[in-house]
T-cell receptor, first 113, second 113 residues
Framework: DTEVTQTPKHLVMGMTNKKSLKCEQHMGHRAMYWYKQKAKKPPELMFV???????INESVPSRFSPECPNSSLLNLHLHALQPEDSALYLC????????????FGPGTRLTVT | GEDVEQSLFLSVREGDSSVINCTYT??????LYWYKQEPGAGLQLLTY?????DMKQDQRLTVLLNKKDKHLSLRIADTQTGDSAIYFC?????????????FGAGTQVVVTP
């Protein structure tokens, strides 16, 4: 199983809402990533988890809060987002941190109204 | 700092070969990657090359690396309509232990019948 799954596929939320994005992998990978991608742009790294511990936060605003409950799951909690946060949010995993051979999920298309 | 550059657009006829070019600046790059992104989907790792290699072939894909010029190319033989996508080159370095990939802007490849 080389699949990374993400839910929901699409999400529309108001600026006062609280929502969560979920990501799951069953490849035994110990590194998981959150990326943000705007249209026609490359992905921008947000967070890296290594062995369920947060190892990189790329100066992401606190309205984005990641969580790694176990080695297979990665969440991104959203609160008080701005319209400019509308983007495709991609989750990825790799065997270990530092491995560029990353497997990406299909993403969650987020629209903030 | 690191920088990865790609041409933004390539149009190719079905059955012809496509060549996508990429230049990078980080001399400590250890691995160089090619990812493909189809519309509405996540990124898919196509292939990668270790920096001490000149060439790697994998079925219809050929990667050429000129380390002196820091130039990377991806050749797709017998291009098909299913190859229409955005192609990102990315560099990774063993000096970055957290798996942060430096992506290029992406090349949109359009295959015409």
């Amino acid at each position: 199983d080389t699949e990374v799954t993400q839910t929901p596929k699409h999400l529309v939320m108001g600026m006062t809402n609280k929502k969560s994005l979920k990501c799951e992998q069953h490849m035994g990978h110990r590194a998981m990533y959150w990326y943000k991608q705007k249209a026609k742009k490359p992905p921008e790294l947000m967070f890296v988890y290594s062995y369920e511990k947060l190892s990189i936060n790329e100066s992401v605003p606190s309205r984005f809060s990641p969580e790694c409950p176990n080695s297979s799951l990665l969440n991104l909690h959203l609160h008080a987002l701005q319209p400019e946060d509308s983007a495709l949010y991609l989750c990825a995993s790799s065997q270990v941190s530092g491995d560029g051979e990353q497997y990406f999920g299909p993403g969650t298309r987020l629209t903030v109204t | 700092g690191e920088d990865v550059e790609q041409s933004l657009f390539l149009s190719v006829r079905e059955g012809d070969s496509s060549v996508i070019n990429c230049t990078y600046t980080d001399s400590s790059s250890t691995y160089l990657y090619w990812y493909k992104q189809e519309p509405g989907a996540g990124l898919q790792l196509l292939t990668y090359i270790f920096s001490n290699m000149d060439m790697k072939q994998d079925q219809r894909l050929t990667v050429l690396l000129n380390k002196k010029d820091k130039h990377l190319s991806l050749r797709i033989a017998d291009t098909q309509t299913g190859d229409s996508a955005i192609y990102f080159c990315a560099e990774g370095s063993t000096t970055d232990s957290w798996g942060k990939l430096q992506f290029g802007a992406g090349t949109q490849v359009v295959v015409t019948p």
